[in-house]
């Protein structure tokens, strides 16, 4: 891989700003693909081996992509005085061909060799926003965002038969919108506050060969197996409508050990709303909001010792990451289990 870019930053006017960008890459993927299977049943009856290949199969493909991308950004940014900020970007961007080393999708007992690469993946995003400064304080940012995806590579985890750990797959055509609000306070010398809300709306715009979700897997139609389904207009995995943190932090000055610094006491909340946690949207893989604390104490120093006592998850919310189907089976699924409630001590020392 390899890059060249460029970007220049011009006041055309008092306090307007002019940011164009330009990048061209260059990529080149080579990969051969070799899965032997063995060991197990050991026979040369082929009707035996056929229902042993249903289950798990040899499969190898040798394929590779060498290929150029040409992208771009233009900013907008305006500072009419000291306390505002307001900016406007319109950019493109891409993520490299992709290839699949983790087993195929078998359907109807042919290897589906057509997801063996995965196009390169398209965006053109749209920012507006400003930045304030109400008062000396006290700060305020509002963000607007929109992106458009086309091609996204969907890592995807089938419950199929034959793959081993999901896939990469081209959803057609993704959109990412939403709204980020920031803000932080400094409330006389020793207190501060910091806060920020998310709202985001992200969807499958058109993804028609998606893995069949958990509650699917299996069906046939005419006979035939059904691999793949369309899922336009579904929730992106791992995103919630909602999300939310509050800080706070206390701060006086102290000695200790003879350095000067701060006595620090600190927490923190962050707080989601639901979220699916499949590809595929499931009934069965959809993960409920949660909120989590976790906070610190101790004693900071720009030179010397610093030392904190610190906890995550402080009152031990038992919460899921992920939920994923588990791969080769059509009924059970896997958790990826939260932290629970963790205690530490950090010790830095600066010199």
């Known amino acids: 891989s390899a890059a060249v870019f460029a970007n220049i930053d011009w006041e055309a006017l008092t306090g307007f700003h002019i940011i164009p ?13 070799d899965r032997q299977v063995y060991g197990g049943l050991q026979t040369n009856d082929p009707d035996l081996i056929k229902l042993q290949q249903v289950a798990y199969s040899n499969q190898s493909f040798a ?24 900016f406007a970007t319109f950019s493109t961007n891409f993520k490299p061909v992709g290839v699949n ?6 359907v109807n007992g042919k290897t589906a060799t057509d997801l063996a690469v995965i196009k390169p993946e398209y965006v053109k995003d749209v920012e507006i926003g400003i930045k304030t400064r109400p008062a000396n304080n006290f700060t305020l940012d509002l963000t607007l965002f929109n992106s458009d995806i086309k091609d996204y590579q969907a890592n995807v985890q089938s419950p199929e038969i034959g793959v081993n750990r999901g896939y ?26 910091t806060g920020s809300l998310a709202y985001t709306d992200a969807r499958y715009v058109k993804f ?15 006979g035939q197996q059904v691999a793949f389904k369309d899922i336009s207009g579904g929730e992106l995995p791992g995103i919630s409508k909602w999300a939310g943190s509050l800080s706070t932090e206390f701060t006086t000055p102290v000695a200790f050990l003879g350095k000067a610094g701060k006595f620090i006491i600190g927490i ?3 707080a989601r709303s639901s979220f699916s946690s499949s590809p595929s949207p499931s009934a069965y893989l959809n993960i409920d909001g949660y909120t989590l604390f976790n906070g610190r104490i101790g004693f900071r120093s720009n030179n010397g010792l610093s030392a904190f ?23 059970q699924y896997a958790a990826v289990l939260g932290d629970p409630l963790t205690f530490g001590i950090t010790l830095r020392y600066n010199l």
Request: aromatic residues 12%; negative net charge.
């Open 21 to 33: 960008g330009i990048r061209y890459n260059y990529d080149k993927k080579d990969v051969t693909y």
């Open 63 to 86: 394929t590779g992509a060498d290929e150029t991308h040409f992208t771009y950004q233009l900013s907008f940014s305006y500072r009419p005085g000291k306390n505002i900020n307001a």
């Open 101 to 106: 080393v983790g087993g195929l999708p078998v």
């Open 168 to 193: 990469l797959a081209n959803a057609e055509k993704v959109n990412v919108k939403g709204l980020e609000l920031d803000a932080s306070l400094l409330a006389g010398e020793h207190f501060s506050f």
């Open 208 to 222: 028609t060969n998606a893995p069949l979700p958990l509650e699917e897997t299996g069906q046939t139609k005419d």
């Open 268 to 270: 923190d909340g962050f």
């Open 309 to 331: 006592i610190w906890g995550h998850n402080l009152f031990d919310k038992n919460y899921f990451e992920q939920l994923l189907p588990a791969g080769g089976n059509a009924g």
